[in-house]
């Protein structure tokens, strides 16, 4: 096989998926080079852009470094913008020069589209990249400011009113966001929350129209409830610095309006000369390969692809993962020299949308959610993706962003607690704490040796001087002492001086202390359970589950190695054994 070069246009969903599919293809084929371009450090998870715009999380949320997701890969990243694609020549104009290729996959995503209505694009806010959900936050709290000093009533009015036009996911997801940031902005600045109007603009007779009907109703209802205005059939004809317009001729108005109804393909395409269809999106047949040109793929929301019924495929994140699994196998068949094709075949799995940080409604396969089950089952799925593409490091942050960092301005209480929680300490004190504790179940686990607890199981048996059942024990507790330990004695002695060295051993080396205090936790309430155990030394241990062998322990070479192996494994499959 002679040398082939693919390039990737784009860090986004369906060009990562893509990059990591092609990667595993052809790992182990020095000749072939896999090169991704994208103007951007790092990848944007946008279907969560309106936390940042509603300050529910910081703005390094949403982003995953590309040399972090494609690290311990061979794909290479150039972080430059693409001036120009030559098809002809098979070359790409970088800003600092040029770069040939034998087989391109275009992914650069989309963007926002104004349908051409008035005022739109010059006085409206984006939701499509961090730097529109920092100015959509700016904005908001720019309002806020100003109210707070404006005596004229109706100019109050006007800065205190934030439309959002499209009551699609994206759109309610934002309002949703406001709805919960705005009633801690108005006690933050002593304005009564009943002065702020948050409305919907939709030019549909529903909004979520394309959800299930009840699970559309429920999240009406719950918007209702927390007094978000919704205005259906109302199609916005204009906007202007200081107001919108629909079609009914009622003017509202609000120095913000955030767009969310129209996206369209990246204007980037249409400079490529690739043949395009709606909204911009690259005309493709069955396998993703452009009609003129079969060395280029296009995938995403770039392709305008079909599902069974002869319609276009939606701009999913879902469709963008598929696409760029078909276009990968594809792509890398036609390298292969290899006479099969998989034909793109949509499979989508359902739809997740957060009403602020509590209430969501979803519908997956079929299923119907909603309330904190579909927010639990969102995160979940975020947490799913990021693994994937960041792994458990990127889920550790994503946790943290979401149930620890204070974003927002909490209530007092909640503040303080988060700020308690946050706090951090050096790790050599808990190495103080945590080889003291080893100590004591090393001279315990010594003790039981000394006493023959590994030779003859005469220690727990009914009569024997160890209690095991006190006068409070539980029912459970003793149904499993009578039917099991005074079974099997000698095999629970075993056990537990065992338990006793390894949990000594994790504290005393601070080796996978995380585990010994797991293990060392659940003896404890066992001997709780007993009546014999302590609080003091249940509390004691409970500290060590947080990296106390971080300092001074051998968890400082260790857990960093781990978690390298299991990037690696992620991508590769096996364990990488160099150093």
């Given at each position: 096989m002679t040398q082939k070069s693919i390039v990737i246009l784009g860090g986004g969903y369906a060009g990562i998926e893509a990059a990591k599919e092609l990667h595993k293809y052809f790992k182990r084929n020095p000749e072939i080079s896999i090169i991704l371009i994208d103007q951007n450090p790092f990848h944007g998870l946008i279907t969560e852009l309106h936390e940042v715009a509603g300050f529910r999380v910081e703005n390094d949320s949403v982003k995953i470094p590309l040399k972090h997701i494609l690290r311990y890969t061979k794909v290479r990243f150039i972080n430059e913008r693409a001036q120009k694609v030559d098809l002809e020549n098979n070359k790409i104009v970088l800003d600092s020069g040029e770069i040939t290729y034998d087989?391109?996959?275009?992914?650069?995503?989309?963007?926002?589209?104004?349908?051409?209505?008035?005022?739109?694009?010059?006085?409206?806010?984006?939701?499509?990249?961090?730097?529109?959900?920092?100015?959509?936050?700016?904005?908001?709290?720019?309002?806020?400011?100003?109210?707070?000093?404006?005596?004229?009533?109706?100019?109050?009015?006007?800065?205190?009113?934030?439309?959002?036009?499209?009551?699609?996911?994206?759109?309610?997801?934002?309002?949703?966001?406001?709805?919960?940031?705005?009633?801690?902005?108005?006690?933050?600045?002593?304005?009564?929350?009943?002065?702020?109007?948050?409305?919907?603009?939709?030019?549909?007779?529903?909004?979520?129209?394309?959800?299930?009907?009840?699970?559309?109703?429920?999240?009406?209802?719950?918007?209702?409830?927390?007094?978000?205005?919704l205005m259906t059939n109302s199609p916005i004809i204009e906007v202007t610095p200081q107001s919108v317009t629909v079609k009914s001729g009622q003017t509202i108005k609000t120095q913000t309006v955030i767009w969310t109804s129209g996206v369209q393909a990246n204007s980037f395409v249409k400079e490529t000369g690739l043949t395009l269809t709606k909204r911009n999106r690259i005309e493709v047949d069955k396998y993703l390969r452009t009609t003129q040109h079969p060395n280029v793929y296009a995938v995403g929301d770039n392709a305008y692809s079909l599902d069974d019924a002869g319609n276009g495929v939606p701009p999913f994140v879902e469709a963008a993962l598929q696409t760029a699994h078909t276009a990968a196998y594809n792509l890398a068949n036609d390298i292969k020299v290899i006479d099969k094709k998989k034909e793109f075949k949509p499979n989508f799995h359902g739809v997740l949308v957060s009403i602020g940080s509590i209430y969501g409604v979803a519908d997956l396969m079929g299923f119907g959610l909603s309330w904190i089950f579909a927010t639990a089952m969102k995160h979940i799925v975020n947490l799913h993706y990021i693994f994937e593409v960041g792994g458990l490091e990127s889920c550790i942050k994503y946790l943290q962003h979401h149930f620890l960092v204070n974003a927002r301005r909490k209530p007092l209480l909640a503040e303080a607690f988060i700020d308690h929680v946050n706090a951090r300490s050096r790790s050599y004190w808990l190495a103080i704490a945590r080889i003291a504790l080893g100590f004591v179940w090393l001279i315990s686990a010594i003790d039981k040796v000394s006493h023959g607890?590994?030779?003859?199981?005469?220690?727990?048996?009914?009569?024997?001087?160890?209690?095991?059942?006190?006068?409070?024990?539980?029912?459970?507790?003793?149904?499993?002492?009578?039917?099991?330990?005074?079974?099997?004695?000698?095999?629970?002695?075993?056990?537990?001086?065992?338990?006793?060295?390894?949990?000594?051993?994790?504290?005393?080396?601070?080796?996978?202390?995380f585990l010994g205090a797991a293990a060392a936790i659940f003896m404890n309430i066992n001997f709780f359970l007993s009546g014999t155990g302590q609080l003091y030394l249940l509390l004691a241990h409970i500290p060590m589950l947080g990296g106390a062998g971080r300092a001074f322990g051998l968890d400082h070479y260790i857990m960093p190695y781990l978690m390298k192996q299991l990037r690696f494994w992620q991508r590769n499959g096996t364990i990488n054994l160099k150093k």
């Open positions: 087989y391109l996959v275009v992914a650069t995503g989309s963007e926002p589209s104004s349908f051409g209505i008035p005022g739109i694009e010059e006085h409206s806010f984006f939701l499509w990249s961090l730097e529109d959900a920092i100015k959509i936050k700016q904005q908001v709290i720019k309002m806020f400011d100003l109210a707070k000093s404006e005596k004229d009533i109706e100019k109050r009015k006007e800065l205190l009113t934030f439309v959002v036009g499209g009551g699609g996911f994206t759109g309610v997801e934002m309002i949703g966001e406001l709805m919960q940031w705005t009633r801690y902005l108005a006690k933050e600045y002593r304005i009564s929350p009943k002065e702020v109007r948050l409305i919907i603009i939709e030019a549909l007779p529903q909004i979520l129209y394309s959800l299930k009907e009840n699970l559309a109703q429920k999240a009406i209802g719950y918007l209702k409830k927390n007094n978000v205005e607890w590994l030779a003859i199981g005469d220690k727990l048996v009914s009569g024997a001087s160890l209690q095991l059942v006190g006068p409070d024990s539980p029912t459970s507790y003793i149904w499993f002492v009578e039917n099991f330990i005074y079974r099997y004695p000698l095999l629970f002695q075993i056990t537990i001086t065992l338990t006793e060295l390894f949990i000594a051993a994790t504290f005393l080396s601070g080796a996978f202390t």
